[in-house]
């Protein structure tokens, strides 16, 4: 039987020049995977405002608070994206860690690894920058992400609200603990 070989990413850190493509990404993967939960008003709304190009600008510009970074395939791609908050307080009272606030690849290359790679090189830099967890907040109902996440260190601490246009959904928090 022979091994299944997994597809390697290259990974940099964005840049004010990538704005339009993390935009076109962003927006892209979001409609990909958030489609359902939204109206077409409320999501392009969402949209507009999540990845406007000021706030965006704004976040690139300060990498003591925010890393964003891109995921390019063997054939130069951009296939997916992250963006990560440093030492933000959690929403439970006295905890503050590394918040990975998006983690989006498009639907097409899920399944190859990607996602597992991105977050290697974000514990690594969280690691480096001496934050003692990462942490994130998932859909309730994305249960396959959940499992990703604990897969890899993660683990749910409990449920926090969430709402779109459409409907009231939740979130789960989760936490990788970085101090082991």
């Known amino acids: 039987m022979q091994a299944r070989s ?10 004010i020049e990538d704005i339009p493509l993390l935009q076109e990404l962003g927006m892209k993967t979001y409609r990909e995977h958030f489609s359902e939960i939204w109206t077409a008003a409320g999501m392009q709304n969402f949209l ?15 990498p003591a608070h925010h890393c964003w ?13 992250s963006k990560v908050n440093w030492s933000k307080p959690m929403p439970l009272p006295g905890q ?18 990607y996602g597992k790679q991105l977050l290697q ?11 003692g967890a990462i942490w994130l907040d998932v859909l309730k109902s994305n249960t396959s992400a959940q ?4 897969n890899c260190g993660f683990e749910a601490l409990g449920e926090i609200p969430f709402s779109t246009d459409k409907a009231d ?3 789960v928090l989760m936490r990788c603990d ?3």
Do not use: C, P, W
């Open 178 to 180: 970085l101090s082991r």
């Open 6 to 15: 997994r597809a390697v990413i290259s990974i940099r850190e964005a840049t």
């Open 48 to 62: 507009n405002e999540d990845f406007s190009t000021r706030e965006m600008q704004k976040s690139i510009e300060s």
């Open 147 to 150: 499992r990703f996440y604990e």
């Open 121 to 131: 090189l974000i514990h690594q830099y969280a690691k480096t920058r001496k934050e």
């Open 169 to 171: 959904i939740g979130m």
């Open 69 to 81: 970074l891109i995921a390019f395939d063997e054939t130069n791609h951009a296939v997916g994206f």
């Open 96 to 113: 503050v860690g590394s918040e990975l606030q998006k983690i989006y690849f498009l639907k097409s290359q899920a399944g190859k690894g």
